[in-house]
């Protein structure tokens, strides 16, 4: 029996799991966690997405995430590769760090959105870590139990406003909600429809039907890159081909490097794309968006 399509939908909402490649480790430092939840909040604020849930052990990690737009695919991809090449280079490894495909399971949020959340903060418990799954530290149990967790990744608001007005009482309640799972974690199961969704059979029918003539996977927009180029060639007063071509000017590099970066942004072009269009490598093109990036961070630190 052949695999599933990936059903991609603007405003899905995605049960995921990451597996190391072998069963090997995904984190070997705390650093490395830090890492992945740094490249977690980028990839949320570049593709507009919601993040409800999350945590990582050691070999393995799960999300539960909104796409604001039908590009799961295209999030991933990039998210995955940029934790390889970050992992690979801070322990000298090499190829695939992720298992082949990530599981992912459309979630039918007005009925199952609390209780994946749930899923996921009792993780640690089902994996035999003996501290409270709430109080681990990797995962976004916090951001729902403590009401002055200042979380800047997770967006637990849909989720608490479903136990009580006010954020005190919605932690309480949230954590009460934890605990009375807590007696019968063996029965804690997903419920999953035809190998598709966590959702009723009138919401995957309803999917099916939606998923028969499928929005593209958005990718970058070469009109858009154009037209970026353009603005910055006559912002700078050079010409256009000198900004894309192989020959390294320095006086136009401040302004080849602004182009890189907000057409990546922007125009949300892949770095081998926007290697092509440069006339460079992907991993020059790389090292240009982390320089501005950081460059960025630190203008607002």
């Known amino acids: ?36 939840l740094s490249l977690l909040k980028q990839a949320k604020e570049r593709h507009g997405l919601s993040v409800y849930a999350y945590c990582l052990t050691a070999n393995q990690v799960l999300l539960l995430l909104e796409t604001s737009k039908p590009n799961l695919s295209t999030v991933m991809q990039g998210f995955n590769t940029a934790y390889t090449k970050y992992f690979n280079a801070q322990h000298d490894g090499r190829g695939h760090l992720f298992e082949g495909r990530y599981r992912a399971l459309v979630v039918e949020k007005e009925r199952y959105l609390s209780a994946m959340t749930r899923y996921i903060h009792l993780y640690p418990a089902r994996a035999g870590i003996k501290e409270s799954p709430w109080r681990y530290p990797w995962s976004s149990g916090a951001a729902y139990v403590q009401s002055d967790q200042k979380e800047t990744i997770v967006d637990s608001e849909r989720v608490l406003s479903l136990f ?20 019968s974690l063996s029965e804690l199961v997903i419920p999953v429809n035809r190998g598709l ?89 790389s090292q240009v968006i982390k320089a501005r990036e950081q460059e960025r961070s630190t203008s607002k630190a």
């Open 197 to 285: 969704a966590i959702a009723s059979d009138e919401f995957v029918a309803k999917l099916l039907e939606q998923a028969k003539s499928p929005v593209a996977p958005e990718r970058g927009s070469i009109a858009q890159a154009r037209r970026i180029l353009a603005e910055i060639a006559e912002r700078h007063g050079v010409d256009e081909d000198r900004l894309v071509g192989p020959l390294q000017w320095r006086e136009i590099s401040g302004a080849r490097h602004q182009a890189i970066h907000r057409i990546w942004k922007e125009a949300r072009l892949g770095v081998t794309e926007l290697g092509r269009l440069f006339n460079r490598t992907p991993g020059s093109i």
């Open 164 to 183: 009580a007005k006010t954020r005190l009482k919605q932690s309480v309640r949230y954590l009460q909600f934890l605990k009375d799972r807590m007696r």
């Open 1 to 36: 029996m052949g695999r599933h399509r990936r059903i991609e939908l603007a405003g899905a909402c995605y049960y995921l799991e990451l597996r190391g490649n072998n069963g090997q480790d995904l984190f070997l430092s705390s650093q490395d966690r830090r890492q992945f």
